[in-house]
């Protein structure tokens, strides 16, 4: 267990790994958080031994420090109004919506804004008690962007990188942000500031630029202090070689087949794997295959869909109205094109573990992921991992970081209906030959950048901006 000053590498994210939960018999134990940050951090705390500090969700109070399968979690508390005004507000109801494209409309409160303030200012204490002397301190995400600058001053020994697992907005957007230059100057605490993808780095430093002044010469950034800062593109990816090997595996085969017998065995089966999220164009996706029956294109004895919600930020308004627009929209498809044992979309609202989700990925012909804009899109590439004998079709937004590597997929803007309902088809009547097309090129691209390149990478680059400082961190990487 590291002790406080003991950690050469500190991971600090909103969420822990894992989650408190209660368990069946009533006792409090601990289950594996939802998204793909989590997923992609592990392999290099692991590698290094790190630390990891974030929230393990709800409000118990005093938990302290512990190991959990062999990673060592500092867990933080909040208090209900901190779950209200930080977590549901500032960061789900003000910066998301902001920072997709408006998507729903991003609200702005003071209140809001403090307890963003206030639980930063803790998580960088944290950070600060735990790191050791020169040790490299890896900050995540949204929720924690003023973390950078605040650890920075309490410790300017650190080496300090942040990554952003979603968009970042164009400046014309941004700017409506009241605190927008606090936010900027918040990542500029950090040496190397990490993006999906190279328009969200040139937008931070567009802005930072206009907003806050400062000298720019293409990725980098002039301090009036001397300090360097480097913004980058570093996208995202997955365990491409676990998610296959775990794909191949026998009991994943066998309870694909299984799945694929409780749907009635039709001859084509289309899937969505989401967050129940408002981003993810969950509604406009079972519309356009719903009219693909009713136009005739195919029945329910051809084709059904598999929609998996994962339950996510219930507290959320948006998120609640969104739960029960779709919960209307199911009722009335299957009302109206379904027949008795055979629904026209199989509708589940629950998180499942990855082997379920390997064996859900092994079984479908065509899966489809139409967010309306999506950092990077992790369920994309894992289906893709999951692939290996070079066949099911993948239908991808545009507007999702991950179609700038998956070129191969049939490639979509989900604010158009027709043509969503076009590509659906085509992917639907392809031929092997062109299956085998697509799917091989994509599996070249994941298996070379999976999640251990990608955090290599990264660690690689921050090295190299603050080299005279810092301790090196070990690559993730296994050989
Ligand atoms: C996305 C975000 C993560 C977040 C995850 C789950 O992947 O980028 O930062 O943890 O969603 O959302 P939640 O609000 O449950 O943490």
């Given at each position: 267990m590291s002790a406080p000053g003991s950690s050469d590498l500190v991971?600090?994210?909103?969420?822990?790994?894992?989650?408190?939960?209660?368990?069946?018999?009533?006792?409090?134990?601990?289950?594996?958080?939802?998204?793909?940050?989590?997923?992609?951090?592990?392999?290099?705390?692991?590698?290094?031994?790190?630390?990891?500090?974030?929230?393990?969700?709800?409000?118990?109070?005093?938990?302290?420090?512990?190991?959990?399968?062999?990673?060592?979690?500092?867990?933080?508390?909040?208090?209900?109004?901190?779950?209200?005004?930080?977590?549901?507000?500032?960061?789900?109801?003000?910066?998301?919506?902001?920072?997709?494209?408006?998507?729903?409309?991003?609200?702005?409160?003071?209140?809001?804004?403090?307890?963003?303030v206030a639980v930063n200012k803790r998580f960088a204490e944290r950070a600060a008690e735990y790191a050791s002397e020169d040790a490299t301190v890896w900050v995540h995400d949204y929720q924690m962007q003023l973390v950078p600058q605040m650890l920075r001053e309490l410790r300017p020994d650190l080496r300090i990188g942040f990554y952003l697992h979603i968009p970042f907005p164009p400046a014309e957007l941004f700017q409506q942000l009241p605190w927008r230059r606090q936010i900027l100057e918040g990542l500029l605490g950090a040496d190397l500031v990490g993006f999906q993808l190279p328009g969200a780095a040139a937008n931070f430093v567009r802005l930072v630029r206009q907003r806050v002044g400062h000298k720019t010469h293409r990725e980098l950034i002039y301090l009036p202090d001397g300090r360097t800062v480097r913004a980058g593109a570093f996208p995202i990816s997955i365990d491409a070689a676990g998610f296959e090997e775990l794909s191949r595996s026998e009991p994943v085969a066998q309870r694909a087949a299984e799945i694929r017998e409780a749907l009635g065995s039709p001859r084509k089966v289309f899937l969505g794997i989401d967050r129940l999220d408002y981003?993810?164009?969950?509604?406009?996706?079972?519309?356009?295959?719903?009219?693909?029956?009713?136009?005739?294109?195919?029945?329910?004895?051809?084709?059904?869909?598999?929609?998996?919600?994962?339950?996510?930020?219930?507290?959320?308004e948006q998120y609640r109205i969104l739960r029960d627009e779709i919960d209307r929209l199911v009722g009335r498809i299957n009302g109206d094109l379904g027949r008795i044992g055979r629904p026209a979309i199989s509708y589940l609202h629950s998180s499942y573990p990855r082997e379920e989700m390997a064996a859900l990925y092994r079984m479908a012909d065509i899966m489809v992921v139409t967010p309306y804009r999506d950092g990077m899109n992790l369920v994309a590439k894992e289906y893709v991992a999951c692939r290996f004998e070079n066949d099911g079709a993948l239908v991808l937004s545009e507007f999702a970081g991950a179609a700038d590597e998956l070129r191969q997929a049939w490639l979509i803007n989900p604010y158009d209906i027709n043509g969503m309902k076009a590509a659906l088809l085509e992917a639907y009547q392809a031929d092997g030959r062109e299956l085998g097309r697509r799917m091989r090129a994509m599996r070249r691209t994941i298996s070379q950048h999976d999640v251990a390149a990608w955090a290599d990478s990264f660690m690689a680059e921050l090295a190299a901006v603050r080299p005279t400082h810092g301790k090196a961190v070990r690559p993730a990487r296994r050989s």
């Amino acid at each position: 267990m590291s002790a406080p000053g003991s950690s050469d590498l500190v991971i600090v994210a909103n969420r822990l790994p894992v989650d408190r939960v209660e368990t069946s018999n009533g006792t409090p134990g601990w289950r594996r958080s939802p998204g793909g940050l989590v997923t992609a951090i592990e392999p290099v705390m692991r590698a290094n031994e790190g630390t990891w500090i974030g929230w393990p969700g709800g409000t118990e109070q005093d938990l302290k420090p512990f190991e959990d399968d062999g990673m060592d979690l500092v867990p933080m508390t909040m208090t209900d109004r901190e779950i209200e005004n930080f977590y549901e507000g500032f960061a789900n109801g003000t910066l998301w919506p902001l920072y997709h494209d408006l998507v729903a409309k991003p609200e702005f409160h003071r209140e809001w804004w403090d307890s963003y303030v206030a639980v930063n200012k803790r998580f960088a204490e944290r950070a600060a008690e735990y790191a050791s002397e020169d040790a490299t301190v890896w900050v995540h995400d949204y929720q924690m962007q003023l973390v950078p600058q605040m650890l920075r001053e309490l410790r300017p020994d650190l080496r300090i990188g942040f990554y952003l697992h979603i968009p970042f907005p164009p400046a014309e957007l941004f700017q409506q942000l009241p605190w927008r230059r606090q936010i900027l100057e918040g990542l500029l605490g950090a040496d190397l500031v990490g993006f999906q993808l190279p328009g969200a780095a040139a937008n931070f430093v567009r802005l930072v630029r206009q907003r806050v002044g400062h000298k720019t010469h293409r990725e980098l950034i002039y301090l009036p202090d001397g300090r360097t800062v480097r913004a980058g593109a570093f996208p995202i990816s997955i365990d491409a070689a676990g998610f296959e090997e775990l794909s191949r595996s026998e009991p994943v085969a066998q309870r694909a087949a299984e799945i694929r017998e409780a749907l009635g065995s039709p001859r084509k089966v289309f899937l969505g794997i989401d967050r129940l999220d408002y981003t993810k164009g969950i509604y406009a996706r079972l519309r356009a295959f719903s009219e693909l029956i009713a136009d005739g294109h195919f029945d329910v004895e051809d084709a059904v869909f598999v929609q998996v919600a994962v339950p996510s930020r219930e507290q959320v308004e948006q998120y609640r109205i969104l739960r029960d627009e779709i919960d209307r929209l199911v009722g009335r498809i299957n009302g109206d094109l379904g027949r008795i044992g055979r629904p026209a979309i199989s509708y589940l609202h629950s998180s499942y573990p990855r082997e379920e989700m390997a064996a859900l990925y092994r079984m479908a012909d065509i899966m489809v992921v139409t967010p309306y804009r999506d950092g990077m899109n992790l369920v994309a590439k894992e289906y893709v991992a999951c692939r290996f004998e070079n066949d099911g079709a993948l239908v991808l937004s545009e507007f999702a970081g991950a179609a700038d590597e998956l070129r191969q997929a049939w490639l979509i803007n989900p604010y158009d209906i027709n043509g969503m309902k076009a590509a659906l088809l085509e992917a639907y009547q392809a031929d092997g030959r062109e299956l085998g097309r697509r799917m091989r090129a994509m599996r070249r691209t994941i298996s070379q950048h999976d999640v251990a390149a990608w955090a290599d990478s990264f660690m690689a680059e921050l090295a190299a901006v603050r080299p005279t400082h810092g301790k090196a961190v070990r690559p993730a990487r296994r050989s």
